[in-house]
């Protein structure tokens, strides 16, 4: 250990870090084992100021939104969980713009947009990340994805944080240069448009397709693997008789052959293990090697 812990977590706890967390209490999946500390920064400053801590003592880091996206492990983490979350920000409306704090809701912003006459993010409602986490993997449903209304990312940059162009051109399915390790989005501004007329509908279409045909009961990260080339995800694996199949309290849902969920109990070891099984069957079967779209959380680490 290079990193004097006492200092840091006398440091991190004046900024109102927490000690000790499970990380099931903040990944959607609900498991995982206790992470060192977590901090949830309301504004920049106590963002800045812990990461200068972490640098200064390379103290590992890791940034999280609403934790749907990721896997962590049984063992847990040594370091520092910053967690833009329900920052409770406003959205600030300007005409058809839009600036959003990183830890806002994306359902509830594009709720709120579709409510003030705005249309452009009604297909992303239901997604349950937050407007950061949507950002850094370039999120998606039902044909709209983020890239397409998002104008300026306001990020972190050698100790401060500055409003940037929104580097289109790098965002693809899945994929951002927004991404943490090393990026951290504080806020984006997103152009909208006025409503033709269909948004709520839209809206209330893409909801009714994730409540029948998504298990949304249970705890999961949404689609475990991302869309092959040509195929889908879900298809490949119910064509090899996988729906249902469980490891520990780990399952491929009965209801979305898609999305792994835990059933009650599930370790993050039953998921992985889970995981590879699914990956080796329908590579075996079809050919195919199915890329996970989740995120272990142990990639996630960061050291400055
Ligand atoms: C039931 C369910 C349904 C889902 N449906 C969809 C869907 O239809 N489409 C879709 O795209 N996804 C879907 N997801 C997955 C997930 O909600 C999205 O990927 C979402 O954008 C993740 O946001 P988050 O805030 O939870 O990010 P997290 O899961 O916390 O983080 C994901 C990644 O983004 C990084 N990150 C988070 N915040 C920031 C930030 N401020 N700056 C830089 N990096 C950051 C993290 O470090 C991590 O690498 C679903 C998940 C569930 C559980």
């Avoid at 609900?30 to 801590?53: M, S, W, Y």
């Avoid at 983490?77 to 920052?87: A, K, N, V």
């Avoid at 990183?102 to 009604?122: D, F, H, I, N």
């Avoid at 898609?258 to 099984?277: E, K, M, P, S, Y």
Wanted: aromatic share 6%; charged share 25%.
């Amino acid at each position: 250990m290079l990193y004097d812990r006492d200092s840091i977590a006398r440091a991190l706890k004046d900024l109102g870090a927490k000690e000790n967390v499970p990380l099931s209490e903040l990944v959607s999946f609900r498991v995982g084992g206790p992470a060192a500390f977590v901090l949830q920064p309301r504004e920049e400053a106590t963002l800045c100021r812990a990461l200068n801590v972490c640098r200064a003592e390379r103290f590992p880091v890791i940034l999280l939104g609403n934790g749907t996206n990721v896997l962590p492990p049984d063992e847990g983490f040594e370091g520092l969980i910053l967690q833009l979350s329900g920052d409770g920000s406003a959205p600030a409306f300007e005409g058809e713009k839009v600036v959003a704090g990183a830890g806002c809701s994306l359902t509830a912003l594009a709720k709120e947009s579709v409510q003030r006459g705005l249309m452009g993010l009604e297909r992303l409602c239901g997604i349950p990340g937050t407007v950061g986490g949507a950002v850094a993997m370039n999120a998606g449903a039902y044909g709209g994805e983020i890239k397409n209304v998002l104008r300026r990312v306001r990020c972190y940059r050698d100790g401060a944080f500055v409003w940037e162009d929104a580097r289109l051109d790098e965002m693809g399915y899945r994929r951002s240069p927004y991404t943490w390790p090393g990026t951290v989005v504080t806020a984006a501004e997103l152009q909208l448009m006025p409503d033709d007329g269909t948004a709520a509908e839209t809206m209330a279409d893409c909801m009714r397709r994730r409540r029948e045909k998504q298990p949304l009961s249970l705890p999961s990260a949404g689609s475990t693997f991302k869309r092959p080339e040509g195929h889908f995800a879900g298809a490949l694996i119910e064509g090899c008789h996988l729906k249902g199949c469980t490891v520990g309290g780990a399952q491929v849902s009965e209801l979305h052959a898609g999305f792994i969920v835990n059933r009650g109990g599930a370790t993050a070891g039953d998921i992985h293990a889970l995981i590879r099984h699914v990956q080796d069957v329908v590579y075996g079967e079809t050919g195919v090697m199915l890329e996970p779209e989740v995120k272990r959380l142990e990639d996630l680490v960061c050291i400055f």
